[in-house]
Structures are given as structure tokens and as C-alpha cells.
């Protein structure tokens, strides 16, 4: 047996051992991310069912060989539409409860699976399924410091190519032509280069402003690797920066070193993310900091644990979060410092590798 | 009043003419691109909600100030959760039925919304919804050369590159790179460049397989420019292509000019699929031809109408389609011609660009 399918077959044993706890005969699965990790398949449409005895893959007609090719340790079974290959599934099974992701399943397949299968009960599984895939492995950890250099080598390259005239949208381009050029099979977002005041709006898009002196400059962007994603965040100033820059910068990246520093098995994520606020609170700056400490990335770049102020979620070894303080003082500018870290035993390890420092570039 | 605006107010107003035939109080849209396409709003989250005499755009704090300046057609209201948001304007609003869109919304949220509004009927709008966005209008089809022309500028370019030895994800890469730098907002699905017998997979990834000669080489590659995407797929040889091959292209080629052909107003899609597909199943290769023929395109890179065998949509002038008829002959190749093409009165326009005869490269 691969080590492949070893894995796959040990994350469906845990599944299955969870069906009594969620009160359900099994479970169809429909958020691809999941299908990926429990069974090793890439495609991007399909469903899984994992009973008792049933661990059954459903893809269409394109995916069939594929599927065959990548997934060992579940049957596979080809529909031709997604909906009636279930009920073909399901009818006859014995299985009366059925549970599923609801944030995975729009409306619309809902209503007709209901509609065809009126015997059967649509049990919504929530923070129980969205937690399964936040404890790592050795492979998955592998996959995701690869992702994380991938990220680090194209902005150091890249870091060579700022100069003022520079259009920010142009270094965005660059970005992610190197971390295709590095290894990464995608990028994992759409790369964040927002300058001036650009970057006093968390999510800005890149865009035709040039690069100025004096700018901030912050760089948010991430490269995936077998599927596993890298989030990282750099604010640098370009020519000289003012002192209340720097001094922005200092509280941010204080608050980042004390997010991290809270980072231990057994904490509550709402603990981490107090960490990094009360610091930025006492320094009168908390109403600039408008958005969650931090979040869990894998396979997707947002996913369980929430590193928010209500989340109840403790960190475990193993879980790979992201530590995002920033600052946005309106139409001036905006600081954010964000490291990807793994919880150890013992406090965490930085997966991402750009320097934090304050930066000044040319 | 501005031009966008305008445009916005007539579609809303649209919209609210159709209510009484959906029979509902009030439309909640969830489809962020039925947001962009009725207000003009851009952000990717938020609510739309239309009345009789309501038009509100609901959006988190980070899209407020966005919201404004973007939205001259309809109130912003700003929410901190969603799900709350929305219940607070339904609350008191009088409003008894509400239709939405059952593709666009998940379980999770609509189980919430159900919960929370007990007296308000969640009405399913299907097929209606789905085909607002049908028919373009004069700027969105001047977006829609535009984003052709970006990917046949970054095609021409890429295909002085292409010589025996390079990576197909290498192609990919620079295909992407190039679309970027001729204008491209994004790029408007992973491009798909396909080797060898690679080829013979609708939807390959491109991956590490060098080019040799005489490989057929397919690529299907699309740019975003100011919302609006493209699509076009480029089948060609290297090196010196065999009989065979010149054989299926001519084939494939007589198919794709006679859906175009076939594609004029008040022509039903499923007679568009025919003309291509008959005469595929004529020289005995139909069951190579594994997908419907074509599809709608605007916002989304796939939108209403489908082109396929059981397609009720009539054909309107306005439409923007694809006409994508292939042969994938199993573990050999494949072959794909792709346009996007407008219906025009008479007939339609090709709006793709890269020429379709075969063609050997090097």
C-alpha cells in the first residue's frame, strides 16, 4: 500500500469513528478541499460518501480515470449528473441520515436533493467538519514551508525591481510570474500590491498607481504547492520614511512578535488575537485595526481556526495559522506585518521567511 | 446623472418590472456578479435587495466607502454580520415573500435566514435569474473585444516561444504573464495548455511535459478586462503534424463553422449544438465529442445560455457565446477550436481573434 493511500485510509477511519458523535449513518462530502484530503483526489467537481461500510467517490465522465489513478482507498463510481448519481447511491443503501457540509452545498442542489430523496434526513454538519483539517501532518507541513520559500524567493527577486514609477499592478504581475517560475502550481489569491494610500484599505487591488517616495508599500501574497497554500504579508517604505511610520511600525510589529509569542497548544485562539490587540489598543490604534488577528491556512488560504476576539477554537501541534496585525490610518496609509506559523509543543515556528524588519527600499 | 448609472437604473428597474412575475415582494441577490452587473459595485461580498420600492445594497465596513463611490443607483447600507444585516432591513419592511438565487446562496446561511425571518417566504429563482446577464449591451461587448484582443496579443507574442523542449506550464505562465501585461484585470479561468497526449483530456493542468515534435498542443486561455472575460481555444501542431491529425482538425473545424453558422436570433441552442455535433457523429467520431458545444460569457467565464444537446434558451441578438466543438481520441490527442462569438441580426460576429486554420508551428 503507498504511504499515499495509508494517509487517505487513517483520515476516513477518523471520519467514520465520528459518525455516532454526529448522530448521522454517513456523510456526503462536497467541499472538493475535503474530498482532496481524505481521499487524494485533485479533480474540481465531485462527492464523497463515507458510511459505516461505504467510502464511495462520485465524478463525472472527465474525472473517472483520474480518479482511478489517484485515489486508492475508496470505490469510484462515474454519474452523469451529480444529483441523480447520488440518489443512485443512496437508494437502496439502508442509510437514513445523512450528514453534509453546509456551507459546501448551494440551495439549489439542496431543494432537489430533498425533493428526490424524501426518506432520507440532510443533517447540516458544521464547526465538526470545518475543524478536520486543522492539524497538519509531516507531509502537509513539508508541502506548506515549500509554498511559503516559493512566496519568499519571488519576493526577493522581485524586491530587486521596485523603484518609484513603478506601477503597482506591474509588481503584482511580477509577483506571480516568479512564483510560477519558483514552483508554485497557482497563486494562492490574488496578489495584494497597495501603495500610498491604497494601502489604508486592507484589501485593496493592485492598480495603475505608481510607486512614489515616501510610499508605504505593503505586498500580500501567497504560492501554492501540492495543493497547500502560503499567506504572507511585507510593508516596506520606499525612500525615507517618516518617523510616524516607523513608529506605526514598531506598535504592528510589537504586536505581531506578542500574537506569536501566545501562540502554544492549549491556548485559546481568542487569547492570540488579545495578544496583538491590547497591545495595539493601548497604543491608542485600535480603532485602525479592523479585522481578525489572524487564520488557519492548508489547502485552502482561509480556513479553520478563526484567530478572532470571539474564538473559541484552541490551538493544537500541529495547526498552521497566519498572524496579521495591521494598522490603517484613512486616506494616509496602512501597516500590516503577517507570518504563517506552526504550533509546536513548545510555541511556534515561522513557516514564512521575508524579513519583518522595518524596510526602507532605494 | 452618469452613464453607468444610467444603465444601472434601467436594469434594476428591469428587475423590479419582473417581480410580480416572479411573484415575490422583493428580490435578495446573493450573486456577486448580479450585484456588479445591477449596481455597478465591484467588492466581492455584500446583498442586493429590490423592491417595488427598495433598491439597497447591503456591504461589510470594508466595502463601505467603495460601495459609495461605485453605487449612484441604490441606498448602502452597512452590516457587520450578514445574515443580522439583512434581517434588520427585512425587519418591518413589510415585505411577506422573497425571491433569491438557490445557486449562489449555501445551506449554512439559508438555514440561518430561515431561522431568523419565520414569517417571510425564501422563494427559489431559478432559470429567470439565471438569465438576466443573457444579453450585452454596447459597452459590455466593447469589454468583451477588448479582453479577446488581450489574449490574442498575449498568444501571438507566446507563440514565438513555443519550440520543442519547453514545459506546458511554462507556456501556461508566460501566456498568463503576457495577458497581464497587455491589460488584463486577471486571468479569466487557469489557462490550459495541453501536450501530447495530454491533449486528449478537455481539462488537463499543464504540468512539467516537455513539448516534442509532432505533438498536437491545445490552448484555451481567457483574459478579464473590466469585468468581462474571454475565452478562445488554439489547437496546433509541432514539428510536422501526421494525417490523421490534419484529418480530425479539418473535421473539427467544419463543426465549429457550422455552429457558427448556425447561430442567429430566435435559433434554439440546441440546434447549434447540432449542427456541430451531427456532423462530428458523421465521420463516426461522435462519441469523442464528450462536451456540449458552447456556452454563454460575460462576468462569469461561464454563463447563460448552454449550448448543448437539451438546450431550451433561444438564441438573442446581444448573446455572447462559445462555440467549442473537439475530438479527444483517448490516450492520443485531442482537438479544440474555440471562438466566442456575438449574435448579431444577420448572424454573428467572431469576436475571438487567433485564425483557426490548421496550423504547424517550427
Not at 519568499?152 to 523603484?163: G, R, S, W
Not at 495578544?275 to 488577528?293: C, D, M, P, V
Request: glycine residues 8%.
Amino acid at each position: 500500500m503507498l504511504p499515499d493511500a495509508m494517509v487517505s485510509s487513517k483520515r476516513i477511519l477518523r471520519i467514520r469513528s465520528g459518525l455516532a458523535r454526529f448522530h448521522v449513518d454517513a456523510i456526503l462530502f462536497w467541499d472538493m478541499k475535503n474530498i482532496r484530503y481524505l481521499t487524494g483526489f485533485t479533480g474540481s467537481d465531485g462527492a464523497l460518501l463515507i458510511g459505516r461500510k461505504e467510502q464511495i467517490l462520485m465524478v463525472d465522465g472527465r474525472y473517472t480515470n483520474q480518479a482511478k489513478r489517484e485515489v486508492e482507498d475508496a470505490e469510484v463510481f462515474e454519474y452523469r449528473e451529480k444529483v441523480d448519481g447520488i440518489e443512485t447511491i443512496l437508494t437502496g443503501s439502508g442509510l437514513k441520515s445523512i450528514g453534509f457540509e453546509p456551507a459546501a452545498m448551494n440551495v439549489q442542489t439542496y431543494l432537489k436533493l430533498k425533493e428526490k430523496m424524501k426518506g432520507l434526513a440532510l443533517v447540516p454538519l458544521s464547526s465538526e467538519i470545518s475543524a478536520i483539517r486543522t492539524v497538519k501532518d509531516e507531509m502537509e507541513i513539508a508541502h506548506m514551508k515549500k509554498s511559503s520559500d516559493i512566496s519568499f524567493q519571488a519576493m526577493t527577486a522581485v524586491q530587486e525591481l521596485i523603484k518609484p514609477g513603478m506601477m503597482e499592478k506591474d509588481i503584482a504581475l511580477e509577483l506571480e510570474f516568479r512564483m510560477g517560475r519558483f514552483g508554485a502550481e497557482q497563486i494562492a489569491f490574488p496578489t495584494i500590491v497597495a501603495s500610498g494610500a491604497n494601502s489604508s484599505l486592507p484589501h485593496a487591488k493592485p492598480g495603475s498607481r505608481r510607486i512614489e517616495k515616501g510610499d508605504v508599500v505593503m505586498i500580500d501574497c501567497g504560492a501554492v504547492f501540492q495543493g497547500y497554500h502560503s499567506d504572507e504579508t511585507w510593508t516596506f517604505v520606499i525612500g525615507n520614511g517618516q518617523d510616524r511610520q516607523k513608529e506605526v511600525y514598531a506598535v504592528v510589529k510589537e504586536a505581531h512578535d506578542r500574537a506569536l509569542e501566545a501562540v502554544k497548544p492549549g491556548v485559546l485562539c481568542r487569547e492570540v488575537d488579545r495578544a496583538a490587540r491590547s497591545f495595539i489598543e493601548n497604543k491608542t490604534l485600535g480603532k485602525y485595526f479592523s479585522h481578525a488577528t489572524g487564520h488557519g491556512v492548508g489547502l485552502d488560504v482561509h480556513e479553520a481556526p478563526r484567530i478572532a476576539s470571539t474564538s473559541e477554537h484552541v490551538l493544537e501541534t500541529g495547526m498552521v495559522v497566519t498572524i496579521e496585525p495591521g494598522v490603517y490610518i484613512p486616506n494616509l496609509w496602512g501597516i500590516r506585518i503577517e507570518d504563517m506559523v506552526l504550533v509546536k509543543e513548545e510555541g511556534c515556528e515561522v513557516l514564512t521567511r521575508m524579513p519583518k524588519d522595518f524596510k526602507v527600499l532605494n
